[in-house]
């Protein structure tokens, strides 16, 4: 797989050629890039360290040698197919030689280059395939796929095909999911909104649309010298997220006013039935927001705002909005990338030496430390998935054995199981905090001894709600104000998590993990693809790795509110 290094080496050679026949399209030089290093980066990215020309680079830039008995439906099928047809003869020779020549330096394809009734399907940089020959055998006979404009003018006529399908014609920008839907139809010929990245060619452990959005967020960390990239690569074992949205409407500021309690945002301009039921946040009393709309509607003025990170837009009551003149901006928070160092800091319960928590013990205060545990130190999108999944697995939250984690005596232990996959990845979850008395002392940067009772408590599901709202973003969690936007940093290897505070305290709150999808597990989406239940894990009165729970459960009447938190 294509590394920073690799995306450097082909923006070094090609961006320059690249750009101005991306003028009045919608595309990115990281866009292409992506399309390049899924099409054909496991051959250029061996083939440019061996000290070849660019031009030689491009003339072994084939592949795709599986016929009718391995899959293939398109013409053609096999060698009889090729033959049958005007030049097919010459094009069989050229295209069996083509593999040849370059299984000389691809490892892999070395066995079926042996093979004489074996050719490649996939000609250039980013493979034009051969059912085309019919139509215009030039551009393989004259071995145009070698020349990088001719390639490029192949790939991007297909890409402005997708843009057609997907009404996306017109468009001068296009947003990295949206760039993923035409590259799918580039592979496939069409595009299923409710399916999300999981469609396109499957290598057996990824869709041809998740490994582009890899490709396109690895493109965006690499620059030329002298340019800033437009992500920053993250540290080993974190994922890539990308940075807060901030706020864009362009209408008055006002602040919120309700001397009660929280106010409800939602989705559309009236009281749902349930009451909580299209409601997609909850603002704090002098919140600022801006104004989408010159005036209220039915009662409830369009605004936006960002609440710990989270960009949200919807509907709030007018009446509790007042004017908010001292108002020039909206700040929009920032998760810390590192723990802090000083004053209230993480904290865990304090075990005697030797002590071993284990999956089989009953939940407790303390963080397991069975040896053998999995974690999460990968240094790409597809690592760090493969990690998590591998923390499910071993946490086995449905394994009856794991009394951790079981249900007994009316008690649930969401918020254990939440601590657990967190702290096996990375990610500081409190199982205990400190108390107020402790916090405050901590702050005045006096010394604290953690002591169950007496400085440190253990943390429920409520107080974790409370937790993530003021002391989160310090320790590295920000809000995400979309269900979508929660499973693709969830999908990209980063930690993400509901959570919903009940209105009675005494009653217990939910916390479940948002995860990442798999072939076998996905989140549901609508006909536009928007997810409306995304992938979880979780401990409670039932418990499972994998599933996509009650629709819509967080906005259940017995809770106050909920949020959606994401975790590098």
């Not at 060698?79 to 020779?93: C, R």
């Not at 000083?342 to 040896?371: C, F, Q, Y």
């Not at 923390?391 to 984690?405: C, E, F, G, Q, S």
């Amino acid at each position: 797989m294509p590394n920073s290094a690799d995306v450097l080496w082909f923006k070094t050679q090609f961006q320059a050629s690249i750009e101005p026949r991306l003028v009045g399209l919608p595309f990115t030089v990281d866009f292409i890039t992506a399309i390049a290093c899924q099409e054909t980066g496991h051959v250029w990215s061996v083939l440019r360290s061996k000290r070849m020309t660019t031009k030689q680079v491009l003339a072994l830039c084939v592949g795709d040698t599986l016929d009718a008995d391995k899959g293939r439906s398109a013409f053609p099928k096999t060698k009889s197919d090729l033959l049958a047809v005007p030049g097919g003869a010459q094009m069989f020779d050229l295209a069996h030689q083509a593999l040849v020549d370059m299984a000389v330096h691809i490892p892999g394809f070395a066995a079926v280059a042996k093979k004489p009734n074996k050719f490649c399907h996939g000609f250039g940089l980013f493979q034009r395939d051969l059912q085309f020959f019919k139509t215009d055998p030039d551009y393989f006979l004259q071995r145009r796929y070698e020349h990088f404009d001719d390639t490029l003018d192949m790939c991007l006529g297909e890409l402005k095909r997708g843009l057609k399908k997907l009404g996306f014609q017109g468009r001068s920008e296009l947003t990295t999911l949206e760039l993923c839907a035409v590259a799918i139809a580039y592979n496939t010929g069409g595009f299923n909104p409710k399916k999300g990245l999981q469609q396109g060619h499957f290598d057996g452990k990824q869709f041809y649309g998740q490994k582009i959005f890899d490709f396109i967020q690895l493109a965006q960390t690499v620059a030329l010298p002298g340019n800033a990239p437009q992500l920053a690569a993250p540290a080993m074992g974190l994922a890539m997220m990308p940075a807060p949205s901030p706020v864009v409407a362009l209408g008055d500021f006002f602040r919120v006013d309700t001397r009660e309690g929280m106010l409800r945002v939602r989705s559309e301009p009236k009281i749902s039935d349930p009451e909580q039921a299209n409601v997609i946040g909850h603002l704090p009393d002098g919140h600022p927001v801006r104004a989408v709309t010159k005036k209220a509607e039915g009662g409830f003025r369009e605004v936006e705002t960002s609440l710990a990170g989270a960009l949200l837009h919807g509907f709030v009551s007018q009446k509790f909005l007042v004017a908010a003149s001292d108002v020039a901006d909206i700040p929009v928070v920032a998760p810390a990338d590192s723990l802090p160092g000083s004053g209230v800091v993480a904290v865990s319960m304090p075990r005697k030496p030797g002590r071993i928590t284990r999956r089989t013990d009953p939940a407790g205060a303390h963080s397991l430390n069975e040896s053998g545990q999995p974690t999460r130190q990968g240094a790409s999108p597809d690592e760090l998935r493969v990690e998590l999944a591998a923390i499910i697995k071993w946490l086995a939250v449905d394994n009856p054995a794991h009394k951790r984690y079981q249900p007994r005596d009316g008690l649930t232990f969401c918020n254990i199981y939440c601590h657990d996959y967190c702290h096996l990845a990375g990610a500081y979850l409190p199982r205990v905090w400190w108390t107020s008395k402790a916090a405050i002392a901590l702050a005045k940067g006096q010394t604290v001894e953690p002591l169950i009772g007496e400085t440190i408590f253990e943390v429920r599901a409520n107080d974790l709600f409370r937790w993530l709202r003021e002391f989160g973003p310090d320790f590295g969690w920000r809000q995400t104000g979309t269900l979508s936007k929660l499973q693709q940093a969830a999908n990209q290897g980063g930690i993400g998590l509901i959570v919903a505070r009940r209105k009675e305290d005494g009653k217990s709150g939910h916390i479940v993990a948002v995860v990442p999808e798999t072939p076998e597990f996905s989140a549901r989406r609508d006909a536009a693809g928007e997810v409306t239940s995304p992938l979880q894990s979780q401990a409670g009165a039932s418990n499972f790795r994998y599933g996509n729970g009650k629709p819509n459960w967080w906005n259940g009447e017995q809770f106050a509110e909920s949020a959606f938190w994401v975790h590098a």
